[in-house]
């Protein structure tokens, strides 16, 4: 069964810090590109960073310069770290798994509030 656990997330005030982490499980998390993306009440889920199984980035001009993806295979997580938060940035956030060798899949975890006041 194949598990995303996302946590990390919280009310902090704006220009504060928080560190999202998704923990995957029941996958070869190696083969998979991951990605983070947010949806805010009344809005669609947008992308905000991606990393490839080689370590490759994307991001969201919206985040560009304020938050990091990085991923540790050996703990088969990945993590946003999201540095001088704006009001803007209040979403729940959701962590995305793609296989990238093979046939296509994806998965989803549950997502994580992230509530920034100003």
């Known amino acids: 069964q194949v598990q995303l656990v996302e946590s990390g997330g919280g009310l902090v005030q704006a220009g504060g810090s928080l560190r999202l982490s998704c923990a995957a499980s029941?996958?070869?998390?190696?083969?998979?590109?991951m990605g983070w993306y947010r949806q805010a009440p009344g809005k669609q889920r947008e992308l905000v960073a991606t990393?490839?199984?080689?370590?490759?980035?994307n991001y969201a001009d919206s985040v560009k310069g304020r938050f990091a993806i990085s991923r540790d295979n050996a703990k088969n997580t990945v993590y946003l770290q999201m540095n001088s938060l704006k009001p803007e940035d209040t979403a729940v956030y959701y962590c995305?798994?793609?296989?990238?060798?093979?046939?296509?899949?994806?998965?989803w975890g549950q997502g994580t509030q992230v509530t920034v006041s100003s």
């Open positions: 995305k798994a793609v296989k990238e060798t093979g046939f296509y899949v994806e998965y």
């Open positions: 029941g996958i070869t998390f190696s083969a998979y590109g």
């Open positions: 990393i490839g199984r080689g370590g490759s980035t």
